[in-house]
């Protein structure tokens, strides 16, 4: 039988920054465990980010092509982008669909938070539903190349289905939508 530990609370006793960069920290934490056992923490600091899944009249979703260098290749992934220090979530949200996209949204309906890599980093990933889109003018960062094009929810799954959309964010917010579409959510 296994026991029960009832406060399963890591307790910090020395932190240390290995490497700060733009993006990302990474620490190396000494701690206590519950059973009072030593053990060492690596893990990555991350502001959070937003992810936007822009549902147009017509049911298409707007999709960008990003080239991702860690994998190097391109990828097939619904408009995000990092939450900026000190801002709320739904002004990131907007911004980066217009700076991405070019589309604005009168409709804006909070989705969930998601932790998407809890062993060994603190991002966390807000999710967004956009609707009733207008077209303006996109107006990336600089140093930021993408291609954005619409996709039926149901050819995003068949993508999906046989491995052309691959990243997480995407796949997680297409299954959302679908559901969405059918009044399941």
Not at 63 to 86: V, W
Request: hydrophobic residues 40%; proline residues 4%.
């Amino acid at each position: 039988m296994t026991k029960i530990i009832q406060n399963l609370t890591e307790e910090q006793i020395s932190n240390q920054c290995v490497f700060s960069g733009d993006l990302l920290q990474v620490h190396v934490d000494n701690v206590v465990m519950p059973d009072g056992k030593l053990s060492v923490r690596e893990y990555v600091t991350h502001p959070g980010a937003v992810v936007i899944i822009p549902l147009l009249d017509n049911g298409n979703l707007v999709f960008e092509r990003q080239h991702r260098y860690p994998l190097h290749q391109d990828f097939y992934e619904l408009p995000a982008g990092k939450i900026g220090l000190d801002e709320e979530p739904l002004l990131c949200a907007q911004r980066e669909l217009l700076e991405e996209t070019g589309y604005i949204a009168s409709n804006w309906r909070y989705l969930a938070t998601l932790h998407p890599c809890i062993g060994y980093s603190n991002e966390k990933l807000v999710y967004y539903l956009a609707t009733e889109l207008n077209l303006q003018d996109a107006c990336p960062d600089d140093g930021e190349h993408l291609e954005v094009f619409t996709l039926a929810v149901t050819e995003a799954i068949e993508w999906i289905r046989v491995g052309k959309i691959t990243d997480n964010k995407t796949v997680s917010a297409v299954f959302w939508v679908e559901k969405l579409i059918r009044g399941e959510w």
